[in-house]
């Protein structure tokens, strides 16, 4: 985690835990790192992600130590401490060196006046190690890093699985890259990253799945537009929605993208398919990102920043061949990147993402012409963003016909056969994905 240029340990964790402070007073972990300098962000942010994958251990052991909370800033760096150093067998540090910093970072910064309290706790939690750890081990939320609704939620919606998910949640996710096909292919690609000593698997239709994740920059062709970051279940959707889709004769396909910044699965469609594009996204930021994503690999939509449900705001009344709603939703399914989204959930959100979901499929369905497609996906594992979604809507629809989809894409699951080709561990983020084919006129 250090080389010898990086900032002092201290430094780095003082850092880390300003940004873990944040994240619980309900700032996402992308918002908090962005305050740090540049020259400690990375360093920083793998803290924190590491902090956040153990914080419900953590905040256990924490509360074992000290049953009354220190002040935030306190509370955050002693329980990224602990998070950092409770399993010897995964802590990126030695013990002593870690409790050391620790207590530097506090000495040096805003908890001076306690850094003698971090250091009697770090060095009892040293000491009664097991104790302590078997103990915290009997609250849910330390043994499965989640909040109490979510464990419980996993446990009712996937009886099988919620353990397999819940621990493949703690790790880091693997770096998955996309070939642009208009720019490479992924034997050429692959190629090319083995030249420079860095192994990759073929993955589905376009994807490379690098085992060991490297920095972005250090791989060759990024800003070429050789390829983007995307995981292996984001890649299905192009493929889904555009294979055996009927293509007119007369005129260009005509595609929206209804939620679509910062454009991942607008690119891969237009990498796979010559047509006109329309990208929305309600938030104008964020096509911000989605026009320099299409710069970049070279390809050309229309942005457009539009609620996509108000539709008499910004369609022009010619109806899409096929539609992707990759609609907001809970974030579950892609914990293993994002690991602030667990804590920063509540269980009230769920209800009010439905609403949402099934306010843009009603009002986006009609934009769909006779004998064209809408795929609905969510990045969610809670079958409320998904399965219950399409069977409401199609009770209610009898127009539209569900064609073969994947479903849930439940990460490390242990169904048969992978949603994802060339994946058997699934090592996949948690997708849902429903094809829908509406009836001729
Ligand atoms: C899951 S993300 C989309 C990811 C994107 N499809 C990709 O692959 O890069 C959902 C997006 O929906 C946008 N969004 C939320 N509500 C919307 C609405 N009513 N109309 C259009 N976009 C919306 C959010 O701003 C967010 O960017």
């Known amino acids: 985690m250090s080389t010898t240029q990086a900032p002092p340990l201290w430094r780095q964790l003082q850092a880390a835990a300003a940004a873990l402070q944040a994240v619980r007073a309900g700032q996402s972990a992308t918002t908090a790192l962005a305050t740090v300098a540049p020259a400690l962000r990375p360093a920083a942010q793998a803290l924190l992600f590491h902090a956040l994958r153990q914080l419900g251990r953590a905040e256990a052991l924490r509360s074992l130590l000290a049953k009354r909370a220190p002040a935030p800033p306190v509370d955050a760096l002693l329980c990224l401490a602990l998070a950092l150093v409770w399993d010897e067998a995964n802590a990126p540090y030695t013990p002593f060196t870690l409790v050391d910093q620790a207590v530097e970072a506090a000495r040096r910064g805003g908890a001076r006046a306690q850094s003698g309290f971090v250091n009697a706790c770090l060095r009892r939690f040293l000491r009664e190690r097991e104790a302590l750890v078997a103990t915290s081990a009997r609250d849910p939320v330390a043994q499965w890093n989640h909040p109490r609704w979510w464990i419980a939620r996993m446990q009712r919606d996937w009886p099988q699985d919620w353990q397999a998910v819940l621990r493949a949640s703690d790790h880091a996710a693997p770096l998955t890259l996309r070939v642009n096909r208009r720019r490479s292919t992924v034997a050429a690609m692959q190629a090319r990253l083995q030249a420079e000593g860095i192994a990759a698997q073929p993955i589905g239709d376009?994807?490379?799945?690098?085992?060991?994740?490297?920095?972005?920059?250090?791989?060759?062709?990024?800003?070429?537009?050789?390829?983007?970051?995307?995981?292996?279940?984001?890649?299905?959707?192009?493929?889904?929605?555009?294979?055996?889709?009927?293509?007119?004769?007369?005129?260009?396909?005509?595609?929206?993208?209804?939620?679509?910044?910062?454009?991942?699965?607008?690119?891969h469609l237009l990498e796979c398919a010559d047509a006109e594009l329309t990208a929305l996204d309600v938030d104008p930021a964020r096509c911000a990102r989605i026009h320099e994503n299409l710069a970049r690999l070279g390809l050309a939509?229309?942005?457009?920043?539009?609620?996509?449900?108000?539709?008499?705001?910004?369609?022009?009344?010619?109806?899409?061949?096929?539609?992707?709603?990759?609609?907001?939703?809970?974030?579950?399914?892609?914990?293993?990147?994002?690991?602030?989204?667990?804590?920063?959930?509540?269980?009230?959100?769920?209800?009010?993402?439905?609403?949402?979901?099934?306010?843009?499929?009603?009002a986006l369905w009609p934009l769909v012409a006779p004998g064209g497609r809408l795929l609905f996906a969510t990045c969610s594992v809670f079958?409320?963003?998904?399965?219950?979604?399409?069977?409401?809507?199609?009770?209610?629809?009898?127009?539209?016909?569900?064609?073969?989809?994947?479903?849930?894409?439940?990460?490390?699951?242990?169904?048969?056969?992978?949603a994802v080709p060339d994946n058997r561990p699934r090592d996949n983020d948690g997708f849902f994905y429903s094809l829908l084919e509406k009836g001729p006129r």
């Open 206 to 267: 376009d994807g490379l799945l690098l085992p060991r994740p490297r920095p972005v920059p250090e791989l060759p062709g990024y800003a070429e537009g050789a390829w983007s970051v995307q995981d292996a279940a984001a890649q299905l959707a192009a493929p889904l929605l555009l294979q055996g889709l009927a293509r007119p004769t007369d005129r260009p396909l005509r595609l929206l993208d209804a939620c679509a910044a910062p454009g991942g699965k607008t690119a």
């Open 383 to 418: 079958p409320a963003e998904g399965r219950e979604r399409i069977e409401t809507f199609l009770a209610h629809h009898s127009e539209a016909r569900l064609l073969p989809s994947p479903g849930h894409l439940i990460p490390c699951s242990a169904a048969a056969a992978p």
């Open 301 to 362: 939509a229309e942005v457009r920043a539009a609620d996509a449900a108000d539709v008499a705001a910004w369609w022009d009344g010619r109806p899409f061949d096929a539609i992707l709603l990759d609609a907001p939703c809970s974030a579950s399914g892609i914990v293993r990147r994002h690991p602030d989204v667990r804590w920063l959930r509540r269980e009230s959100d769920i209800a009010q993402l439905v609403v949402q979901q099934d306010r843009l499929l009603q």
